[in-house]
């Protein structure tokens, strides 16, 4: 309403200022295209905009009471149900007791202890299956609990494995390397590569019985590790078996083909060049890659 009446106003301040002709007004007056001022569009969304929360708020009701004529009849309906039931249940025993009675029982005693000896024995045996259902479900509690504690100490064996590798890569002395490896295997008594790679830093110690004795125990873990076969031949060369030497190197390279680089170039394997066999099978592999 208040621009309404502002825009009511601007033409006749405006008019007052200019204090135009009547023949001026009259020709701004045709020359206009359009109203001065537009409809009121906005107190016609706004009424809109009222029905339809007054709509919604009906319909609110509306849905709350049938709701709660619902909820009325199924509790209704419910209860009509197990009354009736009940009473079911009554006029059968009565119609059976009565029957019981008739062919010759004694009394409605007699008929109240079968009953009671009857309900007695299905609910011992409904026991009775609860009872080993729980044993069978305490004890695939207690063996799951188990494996997470197992899966658990595992993880953190591995953790701890794992740093020790981290720290045996950063270490600069053979016998430091040792030390550490010693430490993993003690965690994981059957770690291949932990042998193999203690026995190449016994091997920089040039303790080459000792290296020879931990390849062979990794082989016996691992047979198709190439690494240990590759420390091995090159324990086996320093203690001058050329023969087992070249076997193992053969091996190693059947097993992974990116040996065949660091066996030609290593110096280690300087004193195998003069024989035929090391020749050829440098030969064989170079061209296989």
Request: hydrophobic content about 40%.
């Amino acid at each position: 309403m208040i621009r309404f009446i502002l825009l009511l106003l601007v033409p006749l301040f405006v008019f007052s200022l200019d204090k135009p002709t009547d023949s001026l007004v009259e020709k701004k007056i045709k020359k206009l295209e359009k109203p001065l001022y537009t409809p009121f569009v906005e107190n016609y969304i706004l009424n809109d905009l009222k029905q339809l929360r007054l709509e919604n708020k009906e319909l609110k009701v509306e849905l709350y009471q049938t709701l709660a004529k619902k909820e009325v009849e199924i509790s209704t309906n419910a209860i009509n149900y197990a009354t009736s039931t009940i009473n079911n249940i009554f006029y059968i025993i009565a119609a059976a007791s009565s029957l019981l009675v008739i062919i010759g029982l004694n009394s409605i005693r007699d008929v109240n202890q079968k009953i009671k000896n009857i309900v007695d024995e299905k609910v011992s045996k409904l026991i009775d299956d609860y009872e080993q259902r729980m044993s069978l479900i305490e004890k695939d509690l207690d063996k799951r609990s188990k494996q997470v504690l197992q899966n658990q100490k595992e993880i953190e064996k591995t953790n701890t494995i794992q740093s020790l590798w981290i720290r045996a890569s950063q270490e600069t002395t053979a016998s430091g390397k040792i030390e550490i490896f010693d430490d993993i295997l003690n965690l994981r008594a059957n770690d291949v590569e932990a042998l193999t790679y203690k026995a190449e830093a016994a091997l920089n110690l040039n303790e080459a019985n000792w290296a020879l004795h931990l390849t062979n125990q990794a082989l016996e873990i691992d047979d198709k590790y190439a690494n240990a076969f590759f420390q091995r031949a090159k324990a086996q060369l320093f203690l001058g078996y050329n023969d087992f030497a070249m076997n193992d190197l053969e091996e190693a390279l059947k097993l992974n083909e990116q040996y065949i680089e660091e066996i030609e170039n290593d110096e280690e394997f300087n004193s195998l060049k003069k024989i035929s066999k090391f020749s050829n099978l440098i030969k064989k592999y170079k061209q296989d890659s």
